[in-house]
């Protein structure tokens, strides 16, 4: 199918390494109506993008094989319309500013706010405000 063939849906896809990450972070989304596709490779989910619309995709920066500004890079020609939050374990604002001058929509370091996180997720996706359930 493609690009051109998918309806317009509100979800997004969540690319990390970390199993862990995926799970909370998919549950986070979920449990505020967004639909999450997951990924811990970054490189199926670049085939993923060649196939399919992705409105927003939340990446993290370090992962195994390609990290998140590579993804970044790649996925500004494939699909220039996807809108990108980056996530990270690292503070570094090298990384940050670097992202932010690629387009990036937000940049978060991990452990954060879950509000502001979708509060990010919400403007990236031109959506009214999430509504914010309590982290369980």
């Known amino acids: 199918m493609k690009s051109s063939e998918v309806p317009n849906e509100e979800f997004v896809c969540l690319v990390d390494d970390d199993p862990a990450i995926l799970k909370s972070i998919g549950r986070l ?14 490189k199926n989910f670049l085939v993923h993008v060649g196939e399919h619309r992705v409105e927003l995709v939340i990446l993290d920066i370090w992962m195994n094989g390609m990290n998140g500004l590579e993804v970044q890079a790649k996925l500004s020609r494939l699909s220039p319309q996807t809108r990108v ?3 990270t374990g690292r503070k570094d604002p090298a990384v940050e ?5 690629f387009g ?12 502001e996180f979708l509060d990010a997720v919400s403007a990236a996706l031109g959506s009214p405000q999430l509504r914010h359930r309590p982290k369980v």
């Not at 989304?29 to 970054?42: E, R, Y």
């Not at 937000?106 to 879950?114: E, G, L, Q, S, V």
């Open 85 to 87: 939050i980056l996530i």
């Open 104 to 115: 990036a929509a937000a940049f978060f370091t991990k452990p954060f706010d879950d509000v």
């Open 29 to 42: 989304l979920a449990s505020n109506g967004i639909d999450v596709k997951t990924f811990n490779d970054p």
């Open 97 to 101: 500013k670097t992202a932010r001058q």
